[in-house]
């Protein structure tokens, strides 16, 4: 009988000790879902990641990359089938209709208010939704207008320009001396790159989307004057009429290769234009600044093209996600790529503009475009508004209707949805 019980103990032991090692080694594993262009690189987020696991051992996880253009679809196919993502990169237009369905989890009481205080406060509403919060903040862009300083100063342009009038002006001196076939390069294709582009602008002419009742007002008053601005330049030969087919990567292309004297992009063009031989041929000649405005009416323009790192609802490993997300959002990390993208944090701007480094220029660009950063309606539907909004403009640039027709019809058809 005592042979038996000991034996007993011995097996239950053993047992014991398979099951703490076992335990010891178990890992969580966390599902990434990133995209591929624009704002941090594919390689700045693994080298984030990787410095991450060193920290966390008993962490595993499995990183994925996709197109902007996909990055929605996935989110959301996720969440209806039950499964998938940990962590999701997710567009500052899309909290509403995140909250709403519920595929984001509401991280409100997981951001103390130390922390909400030091992030630039213009940064939050890409990750708010009624008062509550979807994720944290993560590469608080806006869009900005380089320029080639060798094609300017070829031209005899030594002032930049303080409207978006003396952009045009500009361009046409330098098309009218041969330096540039089209000086200036959009990303206007059919996709919410436009979107952005046309938002930027519709704040230089005091546009608005909606009315006091909610219904479509970007067909009159700024917004219309917008599209129309974007339609005569390109009617006037001043902005290359591939801008039509353009994403921002497309952009880049074209000025890099020193084919444009400006062009509107996100912060992360800077570093790849001005300082990298590998992509560009224009290193050292890349200007930045603040968008400019229209007289009488704004100063700068600019859109809000904010992202957020949140929790799908459905994970399983909310506090091993939340441990990641602070990681990658926390000021250290942030300043450290800041050449990709600009941190959320307000004594970022501060220290970098102090200590004057060769990027500077965007530096101050940044801080003044987050001080007034126009956002895209927060509606439930807006994938749908946005759709809508992206053929109207498609129609007018090419000419296949006027922009009053085009923004017109837009704006019965979403008034009656």
Same mark, same amino acid.
């Given at each position: ?38 704002? @941090?690189?594919?390689?700045?987020? %693994? ?16 990183? *994925? ?5 996909? /990055? ?25 209709? #995140? ?5 984001? =989890?509401?991280?409100?009481? %997981? ?8 992030? *630039? ?22 869009? @900005?207008? #380089? ?76 917004? /219309? ?22 994403? *921002? ?78 990681? =990658? ?7 450290? @790529? ?37 956002? %895209? ?19 007018? =640039? ?20």
């Amino acid at each position: 009988m005592g042979m038996i019980r000991k034996s007993a103990f011995a097996v239950m032991g053993a047992a014991l000790t398979l099951a703490l090692a076992g335990a010891a080694q178990a890992q969580t594993t966390l599902n990434a879902l990133f995209q591929a262009q624009a704002g @941090y690189s594919e390689s700045d987020v %693994r080298a984030m990641t990787d410095a991450y696991l060193k920290m966390h051992p008993d962490v595993q996880i499995k990183l *994925e990359f996709v197109p902007y253009e996909s /990055l929605h679809d996935k989110i959301t196919l996720a969440a209806g089938s039950g499964q998938g993502y940990d962590v999701v990169l997710f567009d500052v237009i899309w909290p509403a209709e #995140f909250a709403e369905n519920k595929i984001l =989890l509401d991280v409100t009481d %997981r951001i103390d208010a130390k922390e909400r205080d030091a992030v *630039e406060t213009g940064a939050w509403t890409s990750t708010q939704y009624k008062g509550r919060d979807f994720g944290m903040p993560w590469s608080a862009d806006s869009k @900005y207008l #380089f320029y080639n300083k060798d094609m300017l100063a070829k031209a005899g342009i030594t002032e930049l320009p303080k409207s978006w009038d003396d952009v045009m002006k500009d361009a046409a001196i330098i098309k009218q001396k041969g330096i540039a076939e089209y000086p200036i390069v959009w990303s206007w294709s059919q996709n919410e790159a436009a979107i952005c582009d046309y938002a930027l602008l519709m704040q230089a002419f005091g546009g608005k989307w909606t009315d006091d009742a909610g219904k479509p007002a970007f067909q009159t008053g700024g917004g /219309l004057e917008a599209l129309k601005f974007m339609q005569k330049s390109v009617k006037d030969g001043l902005t290359n009429p591939n801008s039509t087919q353009y994403l *921002e990567e497309d952009v880049r292309g074209v000025f890099s290769s020193g084919k444009a004297a400006f062009a509107l992009n996100w912060s992360y063009m800077y570093d790849l234009a001005q300082n990298s031989t590998k992509d560009s041929q224009i290193t050292g000649k890349v200007g930045v600044m603040a968008p400019p405005g229209v007289p009488g009416i704004s100063t700068i323009a600019t859109v809000n093209g904010a992202q957020g790192l949140g929790i799908p609802a459905n994970t399983k490993n909310a506090d091993a996600a939340w441990s990641y997300i602070q990681y =990658l959002t926390s000021p250290e990390v942030e300043t450290k @790529y800041s050449g990709s993208s600009p941190p959320i944090w307000k004594t970022y701007f501060k220290d970098a503009i102090a200590k004057n480094p060769p990027n500077v220029d965007l530096i101050k660009a940044q801080d003044a475009s987050f001080n007034a950063l126009f956002n %895209r309606p927060s509606v439930p539907d807006y994938q749908q508004f946005s759709a809508r909004l992206q053929q109207a403009l498609q129609q007018a =640039l090419l000419g296949q209707a006027t922009p009053e027709d085009a923004l017109k019809s837009a704006a019965a058809d979403l008034s009656s949805k």
